[in-house]
T-cell receptor, first 109, second 116 residues
């Protein structure tokens, strides 16, 4: 089976930085995705890592270490609209996505 | 960007009836579509993989006779929940992939099914 772990909840202040960690143990690895999901909506793509290192995209950055089975999503300059669930998903060799349970981020004024 | 639509967005049906959910890729051809189910405050669970022109591949624990999937064209996949029961009430989300080499799945907006 697939095992993808991420914290359940995180709270941060507007303007701050939050780092969401994700560790995985999967049968095969073909990339790691981060998605944002607001309540009652479908996930929206944030980032994709397949090689080790940091990918930066505006206020969001994602890091991957394949040897450690570890990734993190970094959200900078937090805004109220960033309050959402953040899903870590591993793409398996057969192109299926296996999702973590999601981290609910609450941004407070 | 790639757009995926789902219809209906919300549906309420009575126990024992069947419900069909459509997933369409609007501006690209999707060789593969995926169907997920998401219960409240839980993550997405893959139900099945749908390939155009062939039978769907179901994940372990998902009843293929209850959740019928048809991928009749490169832009349309349908999920039919047969003989629905209240425990089938969930958020059903589809995603579409352009091709086998593509890395991104594009998600539809989801369908909220409530079985009374």
């Amino acid at each position: 089976g697939q095992n993808i772990d991420q914290p359940t909840e995180m709270t941060a202040t507007e303007g701050a930085i939050v780092q969401i960690n994700c560790t995985y143990q999967t049968s095969g690895f073909n990339g790691l995705f981060w998605y944002q999901q607001h309540a009652g909506e479908a996930p929206t793509f944030l980032s994709y890592n397949v090689l080790d290192g940091l990918e930066e995209k505006g206020r969001f950055s994602s890091f991957l270490s394949r040897s450690k089975g570890y990734s993190y999503l970094l959200l900078k300059e937090l805004q109220m609209k960033d309050s959402a669930s953040y899903l870590c998903a591993v793409r398996l060799r057969d192109y299926k996505l296996s999702f973590g349970a999601g981290t609910t981020v609450t941004v407070r004024a | 960007g790639a757009v995926v639509s789902q219809h209906p967005s919300r549906v309420i049906c009575k126990s024992g009836t069947s419900v069909k959910i459509e997933c369409r890729s609007l501006d690209f051809q999707a060789t593969t579509m995926f169907w997920y189910r998401q219960f409240p405050k839980q993550s997405l669970m893959l139900m099945a993989t749908s390939n155009e022109g062939s039978k769907a591949t179901y994940e372990q624990g998902v009843e293929k006779d209850k959740f019928l999937i048809n991928h009749a064209s490169l832009t349309l996949s349908t999920l039919t929940v047969t003989s629905a029961h209240p425990e089938d009430s969930s958020f059903y989300i589809c995603s579409a992939q352009r091709g086998q080499g593509a890395y991104e799945q594009y998600f539809g907006p989801g369908t909220r099914l409530t079985v009374t």
